[in-house]
């Protein structure tokens, strides 16, 4: 089973809209998450990062909130653009090992003119 | 400041062909860490080098093997290609091998196995 569960799967917005994108992870002891946009045929670039101890960290449009508790994050984006379509995968790192960084399958973005 | 750089972009290979990529990590860092993303999934760990050494690997068999060079560069090797390799290879470079520090990745290499 995954350690890492996004939500949803893809999903379609007009321009100008906002919306919120889901992780869900198990992985534990839990160091950071970070959300990552890959545009089409691209590597993923970082948006934010947060530590258990961050609830919410902004990078402009982009939103990100994290619950460590519940073992949930979610990124908001704001006023959608065109160029905000793109696959948002969230990753989760875990404290201990080399191999400690946990992928979600990630989110389809797509925004409509 | 160049950041991580992968050769080549595309690559078409029939099955049982061997195959040779290529990354430069991002200036200043010394571990570099393979990744393979199939079409519509989240990138799949293979493995990390750091000192010339592989440190860690994940579930893919002895037909991927990579190596790093002084300057930090790597390469990935794969033989006997398989339809099911065909993915992104993604390259991430960072500072340490410990996992403390971020991953900066590169835009990958499309493999296409006919």
């Known amino acids: 089973k995954n350690q890492v569960e996004q939500s949803p799967q893809s999903l379609i917005i007009l321009e100008g809209k906002n919306c919120t994108l889901q992780?869900?992870?198990?992985?534990?002891?839990?160091?950071?998450l970070r959300w990552y946009k890959q545009d089409t045929g691209r590597g993923p670039v970082s948006l934010t990062i947060m530590t258990f101890s961050e609830n919410t960290k902004s990078n402009g449009r982009y939103t990100a909130t994290l619950d460590a508790d519940t073992k949930q994050s979610s990124l908001h984006i704001t006023a959608s653009q065109l160029s905000d379509s793109a696959s948002y995968i969230c990753?989760?790192?875990?404290?201990?090992?080399?191999?400690?960084?946990?992928f979600g399958t990630g989110t389809r973005l797509t925004v409509i003119p | 400041d160049a950041g991580v750089t992968q050769s080549p972009t595309h690559l078409i290979k029939t099955r049982g062909q061997q195959v040779t990529l290529r990354c430069s990590p991002k200036s200043g860092h010394d571990t570099v860490s393979w990744y393979q993303q199939a079409l519509g999934q989240g990138p799949q760990f293979i493995f990390q080098?750091?000192?010339?050494?592989?440190?860690q690997r994940g579930n893919f068999p002895d037909r991927f093997s990579g190596h790093q060079f002084p300057n930090y560069s790597s390469e990935l090797n794969v033989n006997a290609l398989l339809l099911g390799d065909s993915a992104l290879y993604l390259c991430?470079?960072?500072?340490?091998?410990?996992?403390?520090?971020?991953?900066?990745f590169g835009d990958g290499t499309r493999l296409s196995i006919l």
């Open positions: 080098y750091y000192e010339e050494e592989e440190r």
């Open positions: 991430a470079s960072s500072l340490g091998s410990r996992g403390g520090q971020p991953q900066h």
């Open positions: 992780c869900n992870y198990t992985v534990s002891p839990f160091s950071n």
């Open positions: 990753v989760v790192r875990g404290q201990t090992g080399a191999n400690n960084l946990f």
